[in-house]
């Protein structure tokens, strides 16, 4: 069993940007950071692998995301850099113990965090 402790969402500026965090208890192959903005299906965002490093970004983030781990800490961090107000929306991370599909699969993960709330103004 893993657990997941998201931190660091918040309410911003379109332009702003936010640095969120998921501390995890134990192994994960892979993190992957999922977004539900209201009325809308859960997304994929982005995600890491935790031994290669690998790292994974839906399309639409056209680069404007970044993700990072610190294997000491276990905590894995999304960067978020100008922010748009379509990108407000309830962020979850998620951990599978092993590769099971692709990142985006929702499926595949077994651990879920609570969320936290991003909120982009205009």
């Known amino acids: 069993q893993v657990q997941l402790v998201e931190s660091g969402g918040g309410s911003v500026q379109a332009g702003g940007s936010l640095r969120l965090s998921c501390a995890a208890s134990?192994?994960?192959?892979?993190l992957g950071w999922f977004r539900q903005a209201p009325a809308k299906e859960r997304e994929g965002v982005a995600a890491?692998?935790?031994?290669?490093?690998?790292?994974y970004f839906a399309d639409s983030m056209n680069g404007r995301f970044t993700v990072s781990q610190d294997k000491v800490k276990n905590t894995v961090y999304l960067q978020m850099d100008n922010l748009k107000p379509e990108d407000t929306a309830m962020y979850y991370c998620?951990?599978?113990?092993?590769?099971?599909?692709?990142?985006?699969?929702?499926?595949?993960?077994?651990?879920w965090g609570q969320g936290t709330q991003v909120t982009v103004s205009s």
């Open positions: 998620a951990a599978r113990a092993r590769w099971s599909g692709p990142w985006y699969a929702q499926d595949t993960y077994n651990y």
């Open positions: 134990g192994y994960y192959h892979t």
């Open positions: 890491i692998s935790r031994d290669l490093g690998n790292t």
